[in-house]
């Protein structure tokens, strides 16, 4: 009896991991809405503002794919999820996708059973400390104590930075940015890392910016993308190709404020095949004709949507750097609409 | 010879399974045990197909993987290149470490608060209900985030005890600072370091650590020894030899011998860059932990105790009185043994219930077994299910180990039944 209930609590907890495997385009059209796991909240890519609606970068990817699939951005039912959730909401089928600044990796994409789809913010993780402390480089910090967020790429690559550099320092984990920026401003740790693109968007909540630095070392690569479970591919490509779908309107200079008059009126042949006019790519992916068309008019093409949320004229204020499409020696590249 | 006989014709129809009282409970108990094992069967078979379905696997090979990541408490020598394993052995012993420190304090400002809620005195009885009914009622985890909030939030940082007139200063004669992030406290340092006993896996134990308890154990069994002489003197003449300078000789003076021949001498902390260093800083997560569960298992174990000594009758000591027995006498020999028979059996759960709750450790970034096992290790490899099913074995086997040694404990004082 002992090791019968024993073996069911076991199972009980094993149970939720197997929902959701089956047709995640069939059971987001059932449900009406879109599951969408991100940040518990880093201003720019993913905060509830003070009505509780959210918005950000990878807010508008979820509104897209929304916008693709039911036919309207609104419909998204957002799930926030700490460096330590995210993956385990993700297999259990709590979410039906994940667009949380989630790092694509070897380990991730195989063994977590996860499959990244793209990636819509090239990163790199970096350091931030109060300028008063008159650190100017990460390799001044032998010795400091350091917050790091627990479960993520960030936590190994620091303790290998450390380590090839043989200096030391003393972590303090915490669960999400919310809790880093306090123990960071309550001076609980000497430096602050994650994301360059989490530090710049954290530093530009506080309320006095400029007396904090990021400095100027870039000591991992952080391709950020959108994820989805592994298995379902027909989902997969859902996502990966309404990523595109924005990348490929800002290369051929589609926006928000000109696809109406563009889907009757472009010439381009690539653009007409984008918005539908012409071939019907969406029957291909289980969507109809002008998936990719609403996609786009949810927030906008990619760079729409980098300049309303993170852009230069943001307070987090980031320049596009790799992030520019690749016609503008960036690395941001969509594969053709054929 | 008996007259009750089997009924003639007893031949067995199916309905007697139902309506027979000899079969009856048999047949319930079978259909139970073929619901519950089919409910098992289920649950397993399903568990299996889903981890299939998923492409997961289920084995515990990641626990020989590099863990890749640091730990800010480590009791035995840790770095990112050591396996999963090693820091969940981490993980842990720092569990260890905050249950074994809360039990104990637990213990102690329990008793203290028991006895004092009993005190004649209107003032201290009435703090002591305050301390407990706040204690008792609120949950575990607000009590955890408000210490750490404390300590993080009205402690000064590190940088402001440097420079010629610093903000914040050490206390206890320049030996200990209070941070905001830790508790830097002095470290013990030999003179006459006699090395350490290897025990593999980079395990070390120092030879004097194992020189000071032998030389402990073995004066606390002088002590005993004394104690016997003592009694027996006492039985034979009827006087009790004075032994209190005997005992306290072979407690301490062994130590001190020890102590002089290592060189023994505390190290105080010094802030050297970011941080204090060449002390031992106990990190405010662990105090923040440590003193909250002791506070509040600390309420829960003086209601007990004040239970164990209303529990003994007024008349027991009032016949001790009687016979002439003092005041502490009267306590030691009359009224705590009785007490603590109703005492240890609800503080066995205390101990166990505060082993637990030390896993909410991850509330203030206290890497426990939760942390390590459960959390990064679990977080970085995926293996949610082997990583969940090793902590619910660890913590089992840890509370087993608990109840059995409190049993034996309960065993030797509860009063002996002739």
């Known amino acids: ?338 | 010879m008996t007259d009750v006989r089997a009924p003639q014709n007893a031949s067995f129809r199916p309905s007697m399974l139902i309506y027979d009282r000899r079969y009856r409970s048999l047949t319930f108990q079978v259909i139970v045990f073929v619901l519950v094992m089919a409910l098992a069967w289920w649950l397993v078979n399903n568990t299996i197909q889903n981890l299939a379905a998923m492409g997961k696997t289920f084995n515990f090979g990641f626990l020989w993987q590099r863990a890749g990541y640091d730990i800010p408490q480590t009791p035995i020598p840790y770095t990112s290149d050591d396996t999963h394993f090693r820091a969940a052995v981490v993980g842990l012993l720092n569990t260890l470490i905050v249950s074994v420190l809360g039990c104990i304090a637990a213990t102690v400002l329990g008793i203290v608060a028991g006895v004092a809620r009993l005190s004649k005195n209107w003032l201290i009885a009435r703090l002591m209900t305050v301390y407990v009914e706040a204690f008792r009622n609120m949950p575990l985890l607000l009590w955890i985030l408000i210490v750490f909030a404390i300590f993080t939030e009205v402690m000064p940082p590190p940088n402001a005890f440097r420079g010629d007139d610093p903000s914040a200063s050490m206390i206890l004669f320049d030996h200990v600072a209070l941070t905001n992030r830790y508790t830097a406290i002095p470290t013990l340092a030999m003179t006459n370091d006699p090395g350490s006993l290897d025990l593999g896996a980079r395990i070390t134990f120092n030879w004097a650590t194992l020189a000071f308890a032998a030389v402990l154990i073995g004066g606390w069994l002088a002590r005993r020894a004394i104690n016997r002489w003592a009694q027996d003197v006492q039985d034979r003449t009827g006087v009790r030899p004075t032994t209190w300078w005997m005992s306290l000789a072979v407690m301490t003076v062994p130590s001190l011998l020890l102590i002089w021949y290592f060189g023994l001498h505390l190290v105080a902390p010094e802030l050297r860059g970011f941080n204090f260093t060449g002390g031992l800083n106990v990190q405010n997560g662990l105090v923040a932990l440590w003193l909250a569960l002791t506070l509040y298992t600390g309420a829960f174990i003086a209601e007990i105790v004040r239970a164990g000594i209303l529990a003994v009758s007024r008349g027991q000591s009032e016949a001790a009185f009687a016979l002439g027995l003092r005041p502490r006498r009267t306590m030691s020999l009359v009224i705590l043994p009785q007490a603590l028979r109703v005492i240890i059996p609800p503080l066995i759960s205390q101990y166990l219930n505060l082993t637990k709750n030390s896993s909410l450790a991850i509330a203030v970034g206290y890497m426990d077994i939760r942390g390590t096992l459960g959390g990064t290790t679990l977080n970085q490899t995926g293996r949610e299910l082997e990583a969940i099913l090793l902590m619910m074995g660890v913590y089992l086997t840890l509370s087993l180990i608990i109840s059995a040694g409190m049993n034996v404990f309960n065993a030797r004082v509860k009063l002996k039944e002739r």
């Not at chain 1, 149970?15 to 796991?37: S, Y």
């Not at chain 1, 790429?153 to 290998?160: I, P």
Request: glycine share 10%; charged share 20%.
């Open chain 1, 1 to 338: 009896m002992k090791t019968s209930l024993f073996l069911g609590s076991v199972a009980a907890a094993a149970l939720t991991a197997g929902a959701g495997m089956a047709d995640t385009l069939a059971d987001v059209k059932a449900r009406g809405e879109l599951n969408c796991g991100v940040n518990t909240g880093l201003v720019g890519f993913a905060a509830p503002d003070a009505n509780g609606n959210w918005t950000g970068f990878d807010v508008d990817l979820c509104q897209a794919v929304a916008a693709a699939v039911l036919g309207d951005p609104a419909k998204v039912r957002y799930v926030p999820t700490t460096g330590q959730t995210r993956f385990t909401a993700l297999s259990s089928g709590e979410v039906d996708m994940l667009a949380r600044n989630s790092t694509w990796t070897f380990s991730r994409d195989t063994d977590l059973a996860l499959d990244f789809v793209g990636v819509n913010y090239y990163d790199g993780q970096g350091f931030m400390v109060r300028s008063d402390l008159g650190v100017t480089s990460a390799k001044e910090l032998d010795g400091a104590t350091i917050c790091i967020q627990t479960g993520t790429t960030t936590e190994l690559n620091l303790a290998d930075y450390f380590r090839a550099n043989n200096m030391s320092y003393q972590p303090v984990n915490i669960d999400s940015n919310a809790e880093g920026e306090q123990q960071y401003m309550a001076g609980a740790c000497d430096a602050y890392t994650t994301d360059a693109s989490g530090l710049a968007a954290t530093r530009a909540a506080f309320a006095d910016p400029e007396n904090h630095i990021i400095l100027p070392e870039i000591i991992s690569k952080e391709p950020l993308g959108p994820a989805v479970r592994h298995g379902d591919s027909n989902w997969g490509d859902i996502v990966r190709w309404t990523l595109y779908a924005l990348i490929a309107a800002e290369e051929y200079g589609v926006t928000s404020a000109n696809i109406e008059e563009l889907s009757s009126s472009s010439q381009n042949p690539e653009v007409q095949r984008l918005l539908g006019t012409t071939d019907d790519l969406g029957a291909m992916i289980g969507l109809d004709k002008e998936w990719a068309k609403r996609a786009i008019m949810a927030s906008g093409n990619y760079g729409e949507i980098f300049a309303a949320n993170i852009g230069e004229q943001t307070p987090i204020g980031l320049t596009r750097g790799l992030n520019a499409q690749w016609t503008q020696g960036g690395l941001m590249y969509a594969m053709p609409f054929r």
